[in-house]
């Protein structure tokens, strides 16, 4: 795993010694070790999504509208988890569902974790005016409610998936911001720092190769958490109705096409949310070990 | 402790006119002339279209019209809605009391389970119901709360018809509103079935808005206690003989405390965003489904004054958080913030 690869940086042992320690202490972590088994799950439905699912997540069966699931009277063997309200397959959707959910997440972190470590690192380094006023945006993005910020910039950015990503990509920042700055400012008075000035590195080498990797910790674990929060924040805008568009087969938006059906067919409901549900409590237990294993000092409590 | 009130409010000035400005630019930055945004979906004559850019200044340089922007808010003044015509300040507050109902309900219900939980999980470390407790608020926290909302209805007003779909009471009951709060005015109307009417409705609504802070504040509880029963007094209090549950009671949950207040301030902010989601979902007649009817209706004037309101209160929220902070936390108060 990549992050394994950054902690042998960090620790400067032997490559191979430090992936075996994270792997010991992550996986004392059983929750971890399962909700990693289950990541790797949705990944490969996701990537691997036209071999698995039974039929295209678009294709309607005009024959077979609401059918329960297959172990419910009136369920057909053919669409294991039913159809929906267009008699379209579930569980195809679902697996379809992944690619739009992770895709989105990951997104979302990779210009999380840009822009939020380039503000919080220069901030944090540079100091003075610029700190000022980097640290007084981020307190204006946090003051408003994330999901509200989001709509709202969904809003100027017209719907779409896209808008979607943007605008909760914008609400996460200020976190990594505050982090990395605070990182940062602790580690830029260690003595290996100036050691590295006195030996003659620029800033950006100071910056980046020395400070840099030892604030990488905390901050993947933050980048894990804020994944699974992605996942459920662009469900919510697909739900809102200002994300992903119809007929995206999106986790979010199927829940909100189901929502006129909840009384009469529980399965439309049930399906995607648990979809969602679980994913994310996936990502967060992988969360949790990722933690214990890379933060040796805040374990277990 | 005045000069560190003093230093907070110092601070959260200039973040409250960062927010005016975002609210500001919102409607500027939206795809399409502002002023037939403003005028709404009917479109306007020549004429009008002048007088309502004269009316809002569009005709003016940005900067005075900022002014002119800022000058009406000072004076209470956030503009009316294109839909009903009311002022948007009018709105919010007509709106305001069935939020604060339904978060004061989702909050102490969040307490009154975390709390305990998160207390008891610490002291019965390691132990089944701890990890069953672990396992538990780590699945609320992973909750898509829009969903767990719509799975409350099926399960609690379709299958067992235990409680009603949407709304905050029966259209049965009428009673004068002082308070706005549905449930104390009812109390006081004296009118037992619509105290039960009113706090019927409020059962779904509270427990999914509820769930997510309820999670949080069990886990932050759990691991604040345990810190503090790490730490040298504490074992010194146990050396002496004092029973785990008296520690407890009387040392580490007051040291505990600190994280918990903190935990709950931040979780107004995201009492608001699941607010939006929750009252959607019951149509709970809030905040929350205020701003996002609004945008669907695209009433950009209250979605601007909705968002400056909402973020005041958040920031006054946590301004009385970190005032309640170092109250408790003697080291905060006697540094120079």
Redesign the interface.
Known sequence: MSTATTTSDIGGSPRTRAIAEFWHYFSENKGAVVGLCFVGIVICCAIFAPLIAPYSPEEQFRDYFLVPPVWEDGGSSMFLLGTDAVGRDILSRLIYGARYSLAAGCVIIALTLTSGIGLGLTAGYVRGWFEVLVMRLMDIILSVPSLLLALVLVTVLGPGLFSAIVAIAVTYVPHFVRLTRAQVISEAQRDYVTASRVAGAGTLRLMVIAILPNCMAPLIVQATMSFSTSILDVAALGFLGVGAQPPTPEWGRMLAEAREFITRAWWVVTFPGLAILLTVLAINLMGDGLRDALDPKMKRS | MFRYTLNKVA?TI???I??TI?AFA?IR???GDPILLLAGERGVTEERYTQLAAQFGFDQPLWQQYLIFMGNLLQGDLGNSFVTKQPVLTEFLARFPATLELSIFAMLLALIVGLPAGVIAAVRRGTFFDHTLM?VS??G????I???G??L??LFS?ILGWTPVSGRISVMYFFDMPTGLMTIDALFSGDKGAFRSALSHLILPSIALGTIPMAVIARQTR?AI??VLGEDYIRTARAKGISAWRIVGLHALRNALITVVTVIGLQV??L???A??TE?IFAWPGIGKW??DS??RRD?QV?QGG?IL??GI??IV?LIVDFLYGLINPRIRHTRG
């Open positions: 601070l200039p973040t409250l960062g927010v975002v919102f930055l939206l795809p396992t780590l699945t926290y992973s909750m898509p829009f969903w767990w719509l799975l209805i099926i379709s691991s345990l810190e902010g995201v608001f965003a699941g939006i989601l959607t701003m996002i945008i669907y950009y979605v968002l909402i973020a958040v920031m946590n």
